[in-house]
């Protein structure tokens, strides 16, 4: 994955996200390129253009505190596009990603039984997973990194209600991991094997959004209970750094309460005994 120059990767692929009115500038529609242009973001930062295109250019490494508060300004950026903007010009090296679950951990995520639960890494690898959750995501081939799963495996289309909304969180929240642990070997392999397989991957991660997931409305498809809309929450465990234990929950009482129910009873085959499978062979 490359990263000499992302800091200008950045700024530029978020410049060309704001439109001019936004900014209060004057557009008479004879710009040759999307978005502001280099010495309008300068102008709206108070730095020069010089300084603004160096930065751009990566001859600029280490912007100060005040500058890049600047920018995030001028750019429109929300809470966590400017955290992203600050740990590329401003690279704090040093805290690693974990990639071992906890005993702990696991106890408590097997005790959730009535819910799907799941322990996400840094790169979206699934790490461990309640018998729950692994009904619910059943229909992949393989249940071990989510981006591949979205990505890679057709039945992602099928699977989730809204497949365009699922890539975009997904990749965005690639984004925001990749900032927190910019020398990540493991994020770097699957964004460099998504880069290549997918040009759906390659297309959003080109776009640089930064959307941290940590909680949202899903709706499912499942091949076993049909249309489920679930609750998700991501919650940091903060003793094992860029781990989430990841949780759905649906209204007590709904149609989708009742799914988790089915989703939580083993399927007939799973429960047929040497017998009754005879019986239904002969």
Not at 75 to 96: K, N, S, Y
């Amino acid at each position: 994955m490359e990263r000499e120059n992302e800091l200008g990767d950045y700024l530029r692929a978020r410049r060309a996200a704001v439109a001019p009115v936004d900014a209060g500038l004057p557009d008479d529609g004879s710009r040759r390129v999307p978005g502001l242009r280099r010495d309008e973001v300068a102008l709206l930062a108070g730095v020069s253009t010089d300084y603004y295109i160096r930065l751009e250019q990566g001859r600029e490494r280490h912007p100060s505190e005040q500058v890049l508060r600047a920018i995030a300004g001028a750019l429109r950026l929300d809470d966590a596009a400017a955290t992203h903007l600050f740990r590329l010009g401003r690279p704090v090296f040093g805290e690693a990603a974990a990639t071992t679950v906890a005993p702990e951990l696991l106890r408590l995520m097997d005790g959730m039984r009535d819910v799907p639960a799941f322990v996400v890494g840094a790169a979206q690898d699934v790490l461990a997973a309640n018998a729950l959750a692994a009904r619910l995501y059943s229909g992949f081939a393989r249940y071990d990194n989510l981006l591949r799963m979205i990505f890679l495996d057709p039945f992602a289309r099928e699977f989730y209600a809204d497949w365009d909304r699922a890539a975009r969180i997904a990749v965005g929240n690639l984004r925001a991991s990749s900032s927190r642990f910019p020398r990540d070997e493991r994020i770097e392999r699957v964004v460099g094997e998504l880069s290549v397989r997918s040009p759906a991957f390659a297309g959003l991660w080109a776009r640089y959004e930064v959307r941290p997931r940590t909680h949202e409305d899903k709706h499912f498809r499942h091949p076993r209970v049909g249309e489920i809309r679930l609750h998700f929450e991501a919650l940091a465990v903060t003793s094992a750094p860029g781990q989430h234990l990841s949780v759905y929950s649906a209204e007590p009482g709904s149609a989708d309460a009742d799914a988790l129910v089915l989703l939580g009873r083993p399927a007939e085959r799973e429960v047929t005994g040497p017998a009754e499978e005879a019986e239904l062979q002969a």
